[in-house]
């Protein structure tokens, strides 16, 4: 879908980004308009920031763009393996997905029109899509999975699992799957002292926009308490703190009114709402879903100081790092 539909009507703004910023930055929120703004969510859930920064690409390619806001986390930057290869910046200007119509150097991607048939032969006519189709018809409904038409995800499946069985149901599930994740050793810098691939890809990415004269809003996104309480225990609250003064001085390589970097990461007290009981099902807090990924009520907040000399409204979350 993303692949595609941004490039079937006219946005001059996106947000990148991988899952949190899907269900948490909504391209309704008053400030876009406000600002002059038509924004489509790019936010791929689990994709790598090379792809979410090629994703972008592609569409600023295609058509003219005037902002980007391109969400980090930390945990995209660090790794399992002692020894890393790196894609480099020449890789990614020659990332060429299949159908995407434009790599991410701006050239035209030779094998847009074989991808393009092949992922609508996939999508029309195998047995998997059939099923698939079948099922989403069945599940149609209040709770139903959906994007809308700029891409951002309400998170109807998070409210129907939150109706159902509580909050507290998301925050043990996802806090299960995060202790398993984070169960062995990470790292931000390997035996030979080279960092991932991914701050090549942003620097990449932020030397594109320059090109094209595109404002890069880069933001930080806010994790749950709950969520820092588990870093620290795993000892990597201290790795998060080199990365924090490792993307600041990347994005200090960039004028000031280019690029500018804001932190949700930080202490504040949205984070530590608390979770309630498994036996209380009212719905969800009014800030997260659950550890990982906070509800558009903060979105909106971080929207709303990104914004606050364009929309007129108060710097009321974050830091602004730069």
Avoid at 96 to 125: C, H, I, T, V, W
Wanted: aromatic residues 12%.
């Amino acid at each position: 879908m993303k692949k595609y539909s941004p490039l079937m009507s006219q946005h001059n703004a996106l947000v990148v980004g991988n899952a949190r910023s899907e269900i948490g930055i909504n391209p309704a929120h008053h400030c876009f308009a406000n600002s002059g703004m038509v924004v489509y969510n790019m936010g791929l859930p689990g994709a790598k920031v090379r792809d979410q920064v090629s994703y972008a690409a592609n569409v600023m390619n295609h058509q003219p763009v005037k902002a980007v806001f391109l969400s980090l986390d930390f945990t995209d930057f660090i790794f399992t393996r002692r020894k890393i290869g790196r894609s480099g910046l020449k890789t990614l200007g020659e990332h060429q997905e299949k159908g995407f119509k434009y790599r991410a150097d701006g050239e035209d991607n030779p094998a847009y029109l074989s991808g393009l048939a092949l992922d609508y032969y996939s999508a029309l006519f195998s047995l998997d899509a059939l099923v698939s189709s079948f099922r989403t018809v069945a599940l149609q409904g209040t709770f139903a999975s959906d994007r809308t038409a700029a891409g951002f995800n309400p998170a109807r499946d998070y409210n129907g699992v939150v109706q159902v069985e509580g909050s507290s149901a998301l925050f043990d599930q996802k806090m299960k799957d995060l202790r398993e994740h984070f169960a062995v050793p990470w790292y931000l810098v390997d035996s030979e002292g080279r960092m991932d691939s991914a701050f090549d890809e942003i620097r990449y990415f932020l030397d594109l926009a320059r090109q094209k004269q595109v404002r890069v809003y880069l933001f930080i996104n806010p994790l749950h308490e709950v969520f820092w309480t588990l870093l620290g225990d795993r000892g990597l609250t201290s790795l998060n703190e080199v990365w924090l003064e490792e993307i600041q001085e990347l994005v200090e390589g960039y004028p000031r009114d280019t690029v500018t970097l804001w932190d949700f990461s930080g202490d504040s007290p949205y984070i530590h709402e608390p979770v309630p009981a498994p036996s209380i099902k009212t719905g969800p807090l009014k800030w997260f879903w659950e550890p990982s990924h906070y509800r558009e009520e903060l979105g909106g907040l971080m929207i709303e100081t990104m914004l606050s000399e364009r929309c007129g409204t108060d710097e009321a979350f974050g830091q602004k790092r730069y």
